[in-house]
């Protein structure tokens, strides 16, 4: 069995951080999906809705993984230039 020492996180604790761009200090919102490379079997985006009214149709920032400088337990720190 192969062990890893790097940290883990589950899907169901990922989406409940917040998103913040270290850029700028804006807060962009909660992670409400990931897309997953099968091949290597790693996270390759996460996806943050973007602040929306009801009647617009919902968009997403999509943030590659390398953007993402640090997690912790509550956040996610992302470096994202506009």
């Not at 989406?15 to 850029?23: L, S």
């Not at 009801?54 to 337990?73: G, L, M």
Request: glycine share 4%; with cysteine; aromatic share 8%.
């Amino acid at each position: 069995m192969i062990k890893c020492s790097l940290p883990t996180v589950k899907f169901c604790d990922l989406i409940k951080k917040e998103v913040i761009n270290t850029c700028n200090g804006c807060r962009l919102g909660y992670v409400c999906d990931v897309e997953i490379d099968v091949l290597c079997g790693k996270i390759s985006n996460i996806f943050v809705p973007k602040p929306h009214n009801i009647f617009q149709k919902v968009q997403y920032y999509c943030i590659k993984w390398e953007q993402i400088e640090r997690i912790s337990n509550d956040m996610i720190l992302v470096a994202v230039r506009d």
